[in-house]
Nanobody, 116 residues
Framework: QVRLVESGGGSVQPEGSLRLACVYS????????MGWHHQAPGKQRELVAG???????NYAVSVKGRFTISRDNAKNTLYLQMDRLKVEDTGVYYC??????????WGQGTQVTVSS
């Protein structure tokens, strides 16, 4: 069973920063990709940052240059450094992991609120 636990959410003013973390555990062969998804109030969940097994990264246009995804294999932890936060970044952030068997796993989410 694969388990993902997010942390690091909170409330921050515009232009502030937060760092999200996702600790993953369980039995699986190979991680194909991991990512952070954002679900704004009343909207669908969207990928904002992804990292593949070879370490290559990709970002949504809305966060490029402000967010940085990284992964520490020794700690089984995925990070999302969020800088210059905007009000529209408010929502729940979910960690996702896809294995070589193409199973997709999700964390419970962590709330980020950006307001003045």
């Amino acid at each position: 069973q694969v388990r993902l636990v997010e942390s690091g959410g909170g409330s921050v003013q515009p232009e502030g920063s937060l760092r999200l973390a996702c600790v993953y555990s369980g039995s699986f062969r190979t991680i194909v990709s991991m990512g952070w998804h954002h679900q704004a109030p009343g909207k669908q969940r969207e990928l904002v940052a992804g990292i593949s097994g070879d370490g290559s990264t990709n970002y949504a246009v809305s966060v490029k240059g402000r967010f940085t995804i990284s992964r520490d294999n020794a700690k089984n932890t995925l990070y999302l450094q969020m800088d210059r936060l905007k009000v529209e970044d408010t929502g729940v952030y979910y960690c996702n992991l896809v294995t070589s068997s193409l199973y997709s796993y999700w964390g419970q989410g962590t709330q980020v609120t950006v307001s003045s």
